[in-house]
């Protein structure tokens, strides 16, 4: 059985700096080595925005553990988000155009492919450490079940050449009872890690279910909240949409899941996104309220649960 790693989708969002992380650790070092003494592992979203900076990445190598791993969400272009210009290094903005806001939408093969290319080698560090576990490429709900989707996948293995994919879908159509079955074997096919996702009950289109499913060596899961008021409110922040604070039951129910997925896996990974602050799950008790940063305060519950369990966490 492997081990469940569990962390957090960020080491540095604001509710961690403003409810978690001690008063004393203020520099960005303090709070990454601060990090990887509760954690074995993060995702790191800030490379969605912006591609990676090749000494950055090779700081964040340095001060974390040698058994210590990164999941890093592929910058928006790979995943076919629309970016903002300035968002591309400054040789790439002439060969693109860009709509009314200001917005590269549709770039060439050749100008993402070259993207892809920088990414990849901006993470070398991490990757000569042994420390990079997989690629987040995390699509739009506009990228639906058909052909060319599946396509798309099959030039973004090929770019990303060894690095292991993970897979998330945000559009129904990939999870529902017609095309489940295919959309899983594809990534099999492919050798791409399915991302598993728990997010709000709803039958909203931009909402897959949860399938519980392995199709690699390693699983993978995202905790995104149940936020079902705020999750597709326009205007709202990321905040807004991941607020959510687990109960115990709710992350109880995820043991038994999650020992399926570690059955005869490599490793499964974790990772919380709600990010946000709450009161503190016992302040009913205390009658004190205090505020706690959401993401990490699900992750130790669950690594909790997982070992009551007997499902090796870490």
């Known amino acids: 059985m492997g081990t469940v790693r ?7 969002d604001e509710s961690l700096l403003k409810f978690w992380y001690p008063p004393e650790i ?30 950055t990445v090779a700081r964040w190598a ?32 002439a060969d693109v155009q860009t709509d009314g806001r200001g917005r ?4 060439s093969r050749e100008v993402r492919a070259e993207v892809v290319l920088r990414f990849r080698a901006a993470l070398e560090p991490l990757r000569a450490a042994g420390k990079l576990r997989g690629i987040l490429l995390q699509f739009p709900s506009y990228i639906v079940f058909r052909q060319s989707s599946l396509e798309y996948l099959e ?3 090929e770019q990303l050449e060894e690095d292991e994919l993970l897979v998330e879908f945000r559009h129904r159509s990939w999870l529902d009872d017609e095309h489940r079955a295919e959309t899983l074997s ?29 199709t ?8 995104h909240g149940r936020n079902a008021a705020t999750w597709n409110v326009r205007g709202r922040s990321a905040a807004d949409r991941f607020d959510y604070l687990y109960g115990e039951e709710e992350l109880e129910a995820w043991v038994e899941p999650l020992r399926e997925l570690a059955d005869g896996a490599r490793e499964v ?42 499902v090796p966490a870490r």
């Open 155 to 157: 030039w973004a293995k």
């Open 104 to 107: 590269v939408e549709r770039p």
């Open 186 to 214: 594809f990534l099999e096919r492919l050798g791409a890690t399915f991302v598993v996702t728990d997010s709000p009950h709803t039958e909203a289109k931009n909402l897959v279910p949860t399938v519980v499913a392995r």
């Open 26 to 55: 203020k520099s960005a070092e303090a709070r990454l080595r601060h990090y990887a003494e509760h954690f074995s592992t993060v995702e790191v979203d800030s490379t969605y925005y912006r591609l990676p900076d090749e000494s």
């Open 216 to 223: 690699a060596e390693a699983a993978y899961v995202r905790f």
């Open 269 to 310: 990974y974790a990772l919380f996104n709600n990010n946000s602050r709450s009161p503190a799950p016992d302040d009913g008790l205390t009658g004190v309220e205090r505020l706690v940063a959401q993401a990490p305060t699900n992750a130790v519950m669950l690594r909790g649960l997982l070992e009551q369990g007997g």
């Open 6 to 12: 569990v962390g957090t989708c960020s080491w540095a």
């Open 62 to 93: 340095e001060r974390t553990p040698e058994d210590f791993t990164f999941h890093i969400k592929a910058f928006g272009l790979i995943t076919r988000h629309p970016v903002r210009l300035e968002q591309l290094p400054p040789d790439l903005r």
